[in-house]
């Protein structure tokens, strides 16, 4: 390779941005914040999910499964939206949390975010209950009316139902989120007065 050509793959782009400063690189790390409020939180919601389903999960699809309309696949076509909705209800208030804008109302949008996570674990929870485990985590209690091995005897392809319902209106959700906040980004401020 001849120098001539080597010299102009060999030129830096000059950069014009001022090099982060301590505050913003620690700002940026912080590895305790995940240590003592995300990992913390995490398995709490983890926890609460499983005692939700347990204490709720047999009696709701014991109960209300054989009475709802559509029986157990209409059952968990009603969870699979029921899904979809309480997740759409937490990641619309996020859309709208600014990070660079004021840090007071991002987070009042972060809190509104809250009850729907909170509604979204519930129902995952219920829906979950119903998910047969497998052989080994069978107790003697899983062909009980309601329990997971009952619910797969009698309504085989439920899980699949709700899936589905969740996938096709979650992914409707997410579209019409997207074009909402598309929007406000492209709409101008109005002036304040």
């Not at 102009?8 to 912080?30: D, F, M, T, V």
């Not at 109960?63 to 209800?89: C, H, I, K, M, R």
């Not at 709208?96 to 109302?105: C, E, T």
Request: charged share 20%.
């Amino acid at each position: 390779m001849s120098r001539k050509a080597a010299r102009p793959s060999l030129r830096y782009e000059h950069n014009r941005e001022r090099p982060a400063s301590r505050r913003q690189r620690e700002q940026r790390e912080r590895p305790w914040l995940v240590a003592l409020v995300v990992l913390p939180v995490a398995t709490g919601v983890v926890a609460a999910m499983a005692l939700v389903g347990k204490a709720w999960g047999p009696a709701a699809w014991g109960d209300l499964a054989p009475e709802w309309p559509g029986q157990g696949y209409g059952f968990s076509l009603t969870l699979g939206v029921l899904e979809a909705l309480t997740a759409g209800a937490c990641i619309a208030p996020l859309a709208r949390a600014r990070r660079k804008g004021n840090k007071l109302r991002s987070a009042a949008w972060g809190a509104a975010a809250l009850p729907g996570a909170v509604a979204f674990g519930l129902v995952a929870a219920v829906a979950l209950a119903g998910m047969r485990p497998k052989k080994r985590h069978r107790s003697g209690g899983c062909h009980l009316a309601g329990h997971p091995c009952w619910v797969h005897e009698h309504y085989p392809y439920a899980w699949l139902v709700g899936v589905v319902a969740f996938a096709a209106v979650g992914l409707a959700l997410l579209f019409t989120i997207g074009l909402r906040a598309d929007r406000r980004r492209k709409t101008p401020a109005a002036p304040a007065t």
